[in-house]
């Protein structure tokens, strides 16, 4: 009576924001790798590069010297940097893509073509500057760099546009600067993280990998949850307290205190006992990199409840894990909630039209058989990212405050810091 999880990993319109502080050589170096390795056809490859104005002509001409240097061809011969795309239909694609970006008058800088190229489905490495992140509408799944320039007084609306975006699976950032380093990773929506290094070849159990949004629905390949989206018994999770750390959860469990909803205020300390909020970990990998594992909100969470205590269970899961809801107006509830407090109420609002109000990214579903399956074929038709479903029938919630599987409402993101960066960091060098 439960929908089977659906595990995805798909596309991505990686980013990398390039800083005035960077190192112009190192950031070539892992540009070129990041675009252009397996002929861009990698999901973590970098599609766009974003550099501040202040270098960004020094770096680009850096960039184009180098992307010269590529050799394309049959990767049987050692001296070939650059293969084939996968087939002749992606061939046409990208080029396609290149020619309609010429046609508008981007500039495009791109290597001749090369003796023993001329039969099969080679694409030069490409590099194309736009105006402004809104000119791609897709992904361009092959070796074509996108660059466009920012003034950092406009980082900000810089990484609205990249979350904008509604991919959110890998993300480089270079700088020098650990106020930069901080500022970015906290507001980027992405899986993976990676500063002051290449945004691809993720290690398993180093960098577990796997995205959100348009990018995947989690968990991440390689990392402590995996296993447990694929059996009945799921071993022990991490573990991490985060009641302390969410007021709302303590506020809505008083409330049900003071309604005499005993039960389902325990239920809802129990889930901020349970809930891996905020946990942040340090996993092994090599000398010379650090590598962070962290668990975070997933975001906005569709509940659609069909009882009272079925609301309350799903709301207590919810705000356990740092998480925004929409509720189902349909379940006509509304008066179950009355008198919440304002540090609640600011985090839920109620729906009538599921498509308008969303995306999500996930849902909590109460009911039985048939009900479970309408509401299922209602979220897997609306318009964005997949939404993993969770459900649970009204029975069980009345027996198990664990109906609902707490990580499955968390985000994992891996950050991957090269602490061995060329150049050194700004602050360790003003003070030598």
């Not at 600067?177 to 945004?199: F, M, P």
């Amino acid at each position: 009576g439960r929908p089977i999880p659906l595990i995805a990993e798909t596309g991505g319109q990686n980013a990398m924001i390039v800083d005035s502080s960077a190192l112009a050589e190192q950031v070539v170096g892992d540009v070129i790798a990041s675009a252009f390795d397996s002929a861009g056809q990698r999901c973590s490859a970098l599609r766009v590069l974003c550099l501040q104005e202040d270098v960004a002509d020094r770096t680009l001409s850096m960039l184009k010297g180098a992307l010269h240097e590529l050799k394309i061809g049959r990767t049987d011969r050692l001296s070939v940097d650059v293969g084939p795309v996968i087939t002749a239909e992606a061939k046409g694609i990208i080029e396609k893509h290149i020619e309609t970006m010429r046609g508008l008058g981007r500039k495009v800088e791109q290597i001749g073509p090369a003796s023993g190229t001329e039969q099969g489905t080679f694409v030069p490495p490409t590099i194309i500057e736009l105006d402004k992140l809104s000119d791609l509408k897709r992904e361009v799944f092959g070796p074509v760099l996108h660059v466009i320039r920012y003034r950092r007084d406009d980082l900000d609306r810089l990484i609205d546009d990249i979350n904008a975006t509604g991919y959110g699976l890998t993300f480089g950032l270079h700088t020098r600067l650990d106020e930069t380093i901080a500022h970015v990773t906290s507001r980027v929506k992405a899986g993976n993280l990676y500063v002051n290094r290449n945004v691809i070849g993720a290690v398993v159990g180093v960098q577990p990998f796997g995205g959100r949004g348009l990018s995947g629905t989690g968990p991440k390949a390689g990392g402590p949850l995996y296993l447990g989206r694929l059996v009945a018994t799921a071993p022990v999770p991490p573990q991490h307290s985060s009641v302390h750390t969410d007021p709302a959860l303590l506020d809505f469990a008083k409330w049900l205190d003071g309604k005499g909803a005993k039960t389902e205020a325990e239920a809802a300390r129990t889930a901020g006992s349970n809930s891996a909020l905020g946990l942040l970990s340090e996993l092994p990998g090599p000398v010379g990199e650090r590598n962070l594992y962290a668990l975070h909100p997933r975001g906005r969470v569709l509940l659609v409840p069909a009882t009272e205590t079925g609301l309350y269970h799903q709301l207590g899961a919810a705000l356990a894990t740092g998480n925004t809801v929409v509720i189902d107006a349909a379940s006509g509830l509304q008066a179950s909630l009355k008198g919440l407090p304002a540090s609640i109420a600011a985090r839920l609002s109620w729906s009538k039209d599921w498509s308008a109000d969303g995306p999500y990214a996930g849902a909590l579903v109460e009911g039985n058989g048939e009900r479970v399956r309408e509401v299922s074929k209602a979220i897997a038709g609306l318009p964005g990212p997949l939404v993993l479903v969770q459900a649970a029938s009204t029975e069980e919630i009345g027996k198990n405050p664990d109906a609902y599987c707490l990580n499955w409402l968390l985000e994992e993101v891996s950050t991957s810091i090269n602490t061995a960066a060329a150049g050194g960091n700004a602050s360790l060098m003003a003070i030598g």
